[in-house]
């Protein structure tokens, strides 16, 4: 995958301030709040910073944690994975392997095989009807 690189003043032109404090910054929306929490239509989920394929609907669940939640992502190259230390805890923050925009955090509590829970925030993503 080729990576999309862009200045600070173009991902600042790009993106709205939200989308921007969540890619860019590592921000997190309210719980509740986002636009996909309770979207279960069929289709697939893209990256909000540069449109990279990210997750199929056919993943996403209603897990209660406030954020949209998928099982997996649509391929194992579509994000990357890194070692998030920050507010006290030890998580394994997601990152879109396109644009390095930050998505949300992967936890071992999900349903289906691999027992993953992507918690991702609607303001990272944009979503593709089928």
Known sequence: MEKLILTDDEWRAKLTAEQYHILRQAGTER??????????????YLCGGCGAQLFDSGEKYNSGCGWPAFTAP???????????????MIRTEVRCARCDGHLGHVFPDGPGPNGLRYCINSASLEFKPR
């Open 74 to 88: 649509l391929e194992g190259e579509a994000i990357d994975e890194h070692r998030d230390m920050s507010h006290g």
């Open 31 to 44: 719980a509740f709040t986002g636009e996909y929490d309770h979207t279960f239509a069929d289709g697939t």
